[in-house]
């Protein structure tokens, strides 16, 4: 049997100034130049508020890798909205408190995070 | 909860359609993220989140080699699809096409709403009860099984932590506040520590929250009444809610719109019933006697 394909959720948090900008847009950038295809979402707080049936979707069965803030709130945000995230295959990173370039290397592994590196840009 | 509202863009990049610049893929995405949409892209490589109980007006947005394909339109079950054609469109044209796309079918613009709120640590509470009998605003309820729970997010107060610093076992969350634990950083052993983390309302205010409003209530009322000073009636309050807002960090604008003394001490009486009752039926399933809730 194949592998499950590894997805990816970005959230941009964009209700509030939680998350530094450089960081999340350094982040955004670098996965759409990475070839590779993600989900992205607004604001996962706002979405979990709503209860929004797409979080259930979003969090599938696992095998999934979120950029977005601390895990334990991502945790409970997705709970709140009545999904549980599965403890196993789900990893959260965290840009509140992580450079841009390690949480892209965590998502998308070192020889994809190279080349969605823009040139002229130095971490 | 507040009603879902749907607003999701594809972008795509696969058979029959040219794929975007890096940079111009970048700025459509932060662009919409902007407005409040999610966004899909969809590239050879990955995989991303599938239709599943897909509904509203979703936009599909690429760079089509058949003409005419931009301007389709089609629907599944409660889902409605608009595809857009955004070769040579710039940005802002771009945006503008999916607000209209969106609200032609019905959809409302998302909401410029801060989306603060309390979230539970549920591996962390006791369900003690202690932040539905203290919020006024009716944020928590309580579970068909006698389980706290967050039930009315918009009606919390913007910026307000202040129920975070009562609950003794650091299990509320506000994933946008600034400072950790509450942010939702690892509560260390210090946080645990419940002095630590619990504001001492008795020593903030000489009692609980709602009876020293109410006791301050009634001395400012004696004065009044004895002196005829409005004033000083208005000062004894405010001296009492700057103390709050100084230990719990609680806005000034939620503590201007707090209700009267009198609605106060209704809503602390019908909240500790609640939370009583909820403790017999949470204690009733487990088969356990209750713990004496202790209100804050
Ligand atoms: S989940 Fe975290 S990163 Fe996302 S919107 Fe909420 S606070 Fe911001
Ligand atoms: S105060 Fe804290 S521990 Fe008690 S019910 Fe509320 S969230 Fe749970």
Known sequence: MSEPVQRILYCHCAYAQVVPKDVKEEVLRRLAASGVAFDAVADLCELSAKGDPSLARLAGEGNVKIAACYPRAVKWLFSAAGVTLPEQGVEILNMRTEPAEQVVYAILGQGFAMAAAAPKEAL | ??????????????????????????????????????????????????????????????????????????????????????????????????????????????????????????????????????????????????????????????????CSRVCPEVAILFPKYRFGPINGDEVSMDDVRREAMKVDISALLGGDIYAALRDRSEKAKSRFSKERDEDRALKERNRCLEKLQKGMEIPMEVLASLPSPEQIQAKAIEAKARAEAALKLAAARSGSSPEAPSPA
């Not at chain 2, 690429?62 to 339109?73: E, L, N, R, S």
């Not at chain 2, 640590?121 to 202690?130: E, G, H, I």
């Open chain 2, 1 to 162: 909860m507040i009603a879902a509202d749907v607003l999701r863009v594809i972008l795509y990049e696969g058979e029959g359609s040219r794929a975007l610049e890096d940079d111009r893929r970048y700025e459509l995405m932060r662009g919409l993220l902007e407005k409040g949409y999610a966004v899909t892209s969809t590239r050879s490589g990955g995989q991303v989140s599938g239709v599943g109980d897909g509904r509203g007006t979703w936009v599909v947005l690429g760079q089509f080699d058949q003409q005419g394909f931009g301007g389709a339109q089609g629907a599944a079950g409660d889902l409605k699809l608009e595809v857009r054609d955004i070769d040579g469109m710039e940005t802002p044209a771009v945006l503008a096409a999916v607000e209209a796309a969106h609200s032609a079918g019905g959809a409302t613009k998302p909401a410029k709403w801060k989306p603060w709120f309390p979230v539970i640590d549920y591996n962390r509470c006791t369900n003690c009860m202690q932040c539905m009998s203290f919020c006024l605003f009716d944020v928590y309820g309580v579970s068909t099984e006698g389980k706290i729970k967050v039930q009315n997010q918009n009606n919390c107060k913007t910026d307000c932590p202040a």
